[in-house]
């Protein structure tokens, strides 16, 4: 019989500054690959220890080799001073090794109480006691501070508060060392916030924090300690006071921040798309319009509206009211087709879920919207094909052998230029591009920015949705605030403060 | 970037040519082991007739893949088969041409098929569910239609053609050629073969890129029950009678076909080739069987065996071992 509340407040083993774990030449190879080179780090009981690098750099795989989803190729790893072989997800679990993943791993059919327990439920006679692990897992949600129902099913919560479940869930299990990757990405302020009260009170506790993310001001935010990876290869460690953003990214990359934003003012054209008092499910009485050479940012939190007023524009989802107009004229867009057929084209907020054929070829869904043009008769050209795949791999340098592996082969990066490149080909003239940079590491941003660029310059117009703020900051001409739903404020280039803006989307 | 860099990875169209020659290899293998140990095997009568057995069913797996690479499944073909041969006998007893009534049995079996795709894309079913449901009352229907009984068809002509062979091969063996390459430069080479694989791989994906999902899969579900509608008329032709029960299991054997052919029940990964080969290495084990004196509930056994081997390989391939 387990009673998991006993475990919500361990006692911590070792002293607070105690070396809890060390890493002593952990490498990692694939085939063909050195994916960690050796690496000598060591975390201390109760620190907040960052990890940063880009894509790539080698972090999932030490994250990988923490939990003991993979064997390690060859080091030691020291566990409060005894070596371990750490070589099953189980094996870490039972040294008290967690960790909340990006991507929610969790079972969506199910309450958010059975997913919190999921492993270790409460049994009594062979008999589950649903009820007491409700009561039990909404204790634990309140206590934490998460404004969560644990009788709902998972499935029902916003990603962001499903991230804040499998946070939940891994502090039942008598946890030390709880590693979190990529917690925030797609968080809103707010649950952000609610997330980092959990994350001190856990280190108060005494549990050693290890916290990926690719933003600086998390880390600043949170962290005791910064380790940078670079290639594989481990570059540094500084205490968080001896440091600041300019040092990590020059850690990080060879690359200066200036250089990340990069944006070149393009003369704006006619007006492409303009809504006019545009109502749809989610969202009420949107007006705006979209020039040729423009970004226009949407910003404002997660379920704000801004993704179901893009939906809808693109023929997702119906108007109830308002109208579209298309270069001046009124138009009735009731499919994607009939966007596309427009010239518009969407690259989705999840590439898992909405932007990518990850089991099909890079070529293959790169060319997915133009196979009515690459092909006469039904019959697919080969050569078009390849000259265009080829060709967007090669402009957007798409790190992939061939256009024939499988999309799931590449990294997040890769697989989203893939999303966004597959509309370059495409010809159209209005580009939406729903959180376009979840999870990119910054080199990668900087190429998705120089390609927007790019557009702007063939002429095309295009719609930024972000939910992180300097992005939309530094990228937008024009800025609107959106608010549950409503078009709240709009603003130009620079022409409001971060704090403003962020006070008109969270409505204070 | 050490992730990045290049990884020596299996490609698709590598590892597709692989894996059909794999195929192709247990095929000869086969055959050689089966004239080496059996005397009646390589004769050209048992040659025709294996050819004879595994055509059908090859069809009908075709069609099948082309339902399963969308995610889906057609439970059907068989009772399509069954109701085909009645709807085929009943118009040539009635003094129809032959043409028109093989054309009229094709166009029910495309009507099947648009049903299906109606009750999935429209009415919002499983698509388990609702070729199940056609399964058992397209059986009913043909029941009703017949009482219970077989329709004897009274044209030799049309009945000889399943026995007659072309250049040496069996007409019905033509027939998968026939159906086969189309399938091929269908599945492969044109636009709706792509969109195909982006439905059975990510259908919100695919929708949004401009792929039209819903006509996608009308159009699976219609080909699928065209192929069956197809392999009814060539039963008709070899039984000589319209009969609702004939082909019972026959989905079933199209299914495995089609995953022992290197199709994935998940979608997006299947060939032509593949199905086509995993009917004849189907249709060779129970000929071998049959001429060994193999208990005939052997056979059975033996392909449960062989799927879950095929697949489990298969899927140890994909991994990347």
Known sequence: MNTASSDLHPEPDLAPGATILELRGLEKKYPGTHALKPINLDFKAGEIHAIVGENGAGKSTLIKLLTGVMPRTSGDVIWEGKPTGLSTPH?????????????????????????IFLGEETVRFGILQQRAMVREAQKILDDLGFELPAH???????IGQQQLVAAARATVRGTKFLIFDEPTAYLTRREADQLFTLIRRLKAQGVTIVYISHRMEEVFELADRVSVLRDGTYVGTRNIGETDDAELIRMM?????????????????????QARNLSGKGFEDVSMSVRSGEIVGLYGLIGAGRSEFVTTLYGRHAKSAGSILWD??????????DAMRLGMALAPESRRDQGLCLNLSVGTNLNLPIYKRISSNMLISGSQEKKHADQQISDLRIKTPTRHALASSLSGGNQQKIVIGKWLNHGARLFIFDEPTVGVDVGTKAEIYRLFGALLAQGAGIILISSYLPEVYELA?????????????????HTASHEDVLTQAIGV | MSIDAPVPVKTKRNYNVLFGLTLLALLVLLWVALSLATT?????NNIANLLRQGSMIAILAVGQTFVIITGGIDLSVGAVVGFSTVVTAMMINAGFPVWIAILATLLVGVAIGTFHGFGIVKMGLPPFIITLATLTSLRGIGLLITNGNSISINNDAFQAFSRNSFLGVPNLFWMVILVGIPAYVFLHHSRWGRYLFSVGSNAEAARLSGVNVQRTIYMAYMLSGLCAAFVGVLLASRIGIGNPTQAEGWELQAIASSVIGGTSLFGAVGSVHGPLLGAFILATINNGANLLNVNSFWQRIITGVLIIVIVFFDGLRRRGK
């Open chain 1, 328 to 337: 001046g004229k009124d138009v009735e867009i009731k499919s994607e087709r």
């Open chain 1, 152 to 158: 709902v099913l998972l499935g029902d919560l916003t």
């Open chain 1, 91 to 115: 094996e870490a679990m039972a040294l008290g090794i967690n960790a909340v993943h990006q991507e929610v791993v969790l079972c969506r059919h199910l309450t958010v109480a059975a997913n």
């Open chain 1, 477 to 493: 001409d024009t800025l609107h605030v959106f608010r549950r739903g409503r078009l709240v404020a709009t603003h130009g280039f």
């Open chain 2, 40 to 44: 009646s095997f390589a004769s050209p």
């Open chain 1, 253 to 273: 990359i060879n690359r200066s921040i200036e250089q990340v934003y990069h944006k070149e003012k393009y003369e704006f054209g006619p007006v492409i798309v």
